[in-house]
């Protein structure tokens, strides 16, 4: 039995050749890109923060000064 898996980033197919450790991607290079497609989508969450987020924030004023000064 053969599987046929493709890697998910540019599409071809995963031989057996492949260095493992970049499993499922076909090299260590895609899985990278892989990541950094990730990576990419969590930051832009993270810029885009809900109002009611910041309005939460706002509701410790004194967190600034409570912040260690060393
Ligand atoms: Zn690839």
Not at 24 to 43: L, T, V
Not at 49 to 54: E, G, S, V, W
Request: proline letters at 9%; glycine letters at 4%.
């Amino acid at each position: 039995m053969i599987s046929s898996m493709t890697c998910p980033v540019c599409g071809k197919p995963v031989g057996t050749s492949t260095d493992s450790t970049a499993a499922p991607f076909c090299s260590d290079r895609c899985r990278k890109i892989d990541f950094f497609r990730w990576w990419d989508g969590q930051y832009a969450i993270v810029e885009n923060l809900p109002a009611d987020m910041t309005d939460e924030l706002q509701q410790f004023p004194d967190l600034d000064t409570e912040l260690p000064s060393d």
